[in-house]
Antibody
Framework: QVQLQESGPGLVKPSQTLSLTCTVS??????????WTWIRQPAGKGLEWIGR???????NYNPSLKSRVTVSLDTSKNQFSLNLTSVTAADTAVYHC????????????WGKGTTVTVSS | EIVMTQSPATLSVSPGERATLSCRAS??????LAWYQHKPGQAPRLLIY???TRATGIPARFSGSGSGTEFTLTISSLQSEDFAVYFC??????????FGQGTRLEIK
């Protein structure tokens, strides 16, 4: 059974870079035609899709965040990562990683999420 | 960007009763609609995809219907473990994939 676990700093200073990692267990990150995805949820608000990476390394990003976001893959560690630059308080949220197939983009496996607060 | 609107924001239902949750898309998503259940401190769980197909291991009391812009998630007889937040997601048009704001299902 595939499981996802987010990790990274819980506190980031304004203007700095938020960096999170999602560790995939139970299967190889390259075993199937999957998209590996980041989603976030600010407190009291709905979910926001951030971006995703395919097992080939190709990426797609939310246009509203595209200038600040990078999603990357580390197949040797069975992980994928999120970098979000120039953060502000508006980036404070619970960040989830998730998986979808290449054919249909519903998210069949999620991580529990990790809380990131942007504050000085 | 397709905007997903869920109603009601909060639904109070007694155990054993039926719950009906709605999700509306700002433009047609055909049947490219998924429903998820989210409990505090847990990973969201996929319930329904393709608007009406139950995901692996999901009990039959969960059913989805609709197409185009109007969708419904029905829980036929609420169990104690069903009280949670439910949200819908469209995956027809991207980027970005978009989600509803969620419906909190609480015990009456």
């Amino acid at each position: 059974q595939v499981q996802l676990q987010e990790s990274g700093p819980g506190l980031v200073k304004p203007s700095q870079t938020l960096s999170l990692t999602c560790t995939v267990s139970g299967d190889s990150i390259t075993s199937g035609p999957y998209y590996w995805t980041w989603i976030r949820q600010p407190a009291g608000k709905g979910l926001e899709w951030i971006g995703r990476i395919y097992t080939s390394g190709s990426t797609n990003y939310n246009p509203s965040l595209k200038s600040r976001v990078t999603v990357s893959l580390d197949t040797s560690k069975n992980q994928f990562s999120l970098n979000l630059t120039s953060v502000t308080a508006a980036d404070t949220a619970v960040y989830h990683c998730a998986r979808s197939s290449r054919i249909s983009y519903y998210l069949d496996v999620w991580g529990k999420g990790t809380t990131v607060t942007v504050s000085s | 960007e397709i905007v997903m609107t869920q109603s009601p924001a909060t639904l109070s239902v007694s155990p054993g009763e039926r719950a009906t949750l709605s999700c509306r898309a700002s433009q047609s998503v055909n049947s490219h609609l998924a429903w998820y259940q989210h409990k505090p401190g847990q990973a969201p769980r996929l319930l329904i995809y393709g608007a009406s197909t139950r995901a692996t291991g999901i009990p039959a009391r969960f059913s989805g219907s609709g197409s185009g812009t109007e969708f419904t998630l029905t829980i036929s007889s609420l169990q104690s473990e069903d009280f949670a937040v439910y949200f819908c997601q469209q995956y027809k048009n991207w980027p970005p994939l978009t989600f509803g704001q969620g419906t909190r299902l609480e015990i009456k």
